[in-house]
């Protein structure tokens, strides 16, 4: 799993408010079907950019809470919603929500569900602190779905491989419907949305995976810094003469609490 010590905090904050990560939020937000009052949860808030927009959204008599078990995202988070009187930024994981039953009337993890050991557990968490009628919102990555082009492949799969250990599971997509319906929620949705590249932006999705990519093999023993540093070169090099190529699919899921 990523660590988001204060190095990658920094990029993130840069990287989620470009356009492909405000895209993919927004893809959260419009699903959620928000109106003026609601109680809304932004499990795994992050940098608090998604909780920001939700205490907007719901007004003055709404309230929103962002939880997140990292402590450098929940400084930022705090930050960036201090001027919102109805927003509270909590210590918390998916899986043991600090929130009592039937608290929320709208739930979002955005990229939370692939990290976690025990997806059913926090879907049951959702399940619990969500009213009757309540929705829950979740997007993630379909980490199988990566096509990245590379003149070297037989090192763009070491890189692949090694970024493979970052998550825990990859399909969460294809889980969702029986899993929710096993929770007891209905009217459960998957809509798949794809980012496909063939220019490299300082605040794209694709960038910004270089990046964590790069630094993760080597961190952790996967490859060395000497190659990753080699691959990440030669993307920058790629998008230089016009061949770059990156597509990634990630998948809004959506359910209500009968």
């Given at each position: 799993m990523l660590k988001f010590?204060?190095?990658?905090?920094?990029?993130?904050?840069?990287?989620?408010?470009?356009?492909?990560?405000?895209?993919?939020?927004?893809?959260?937000f419009d699903a959620l079907h928000?109106?003026?009052?609601?109680?809304?949860?932004?499990?795994?808030?992050?940098?608090?950019?998604?909780?920001?927009e939700l205490a907007r959204a719901v007004g003055p008599d709404g309230h929103v809470t962002g939880i997140d078990p990292s402590e450098d995202m929940r400084g930022p988070a705090k930050d960036r919603c201090a001027a919102f009187a109805n927003t509270v930024i909590k210590d918390g994981?998916?899986?043991?929500?600090?929130?009592?039953?039937?608290?929320?009337?709208?739930?979002?993890?955005v990229q939370v569900l692939e990290y976690l050991s025990d997806i059913p557990a926090a879907i049951r968490e959702a399940h619990r602190v969500l009213r009757r009628g309540g929705r829950f919102?979740?997007?993630?990555?379909?980490?199988?779905?990566?096509?990245?082009f590379s003149d070297n492949p037989d090192r763009m799969q070491a890189v692949l491989a090694a970024w493979d250990h970052h998550y825990i599971e990859p399909r969460v997509a294809a889980l969702w419907p029986k899993l929710t319906q096993d929770c007891g929620f209905t009217a459960i949705e998957v809509a798949p949305f794809t980012f496909c590249?063939?220019?490299?932006?300082?605040?794209?999705?694709?960038?910004?995976?270089?990046?964590?990519?790069s630094r993760y093999a080597a961190e952790n023993g996967h490859m060395t810094e000497a190659d990753t540093q080699a691959w990440f070169d030669e993307q920058v090099e790629l998008a230089q003469q016009g061949r770059?190529?990156?597509?990634?699919t990630y998948y809004c899921m959506s359910a209500v609490k009968p």
């Open positions: 010590d204060e190095a990658t905090t920094a990029l993130l904050e840069i990287a989620y408010q470009g356009g492909d990560v405000s895209r993919r939020r927004r893809m959260a928000l109106a003026q009052g609601d109680r809304v949860v932004d499990v795994g808030c992050g940098n608090g950019l998604l909780t920001e994981l998916a899986d043991a929500l600090p929130l009592q039953d039937g608290a929320a009337d709208k739930l979002a993890a919102v979740a997007v993630d990555t379909g980490c199988k779905t990566l096509d990245w590249d063939v220019t490299l932006r300082p605040d794209g999705i694709a960038f910004m995976l270089m990046h964590l990519m770059f190529f990156f597509s990634l």
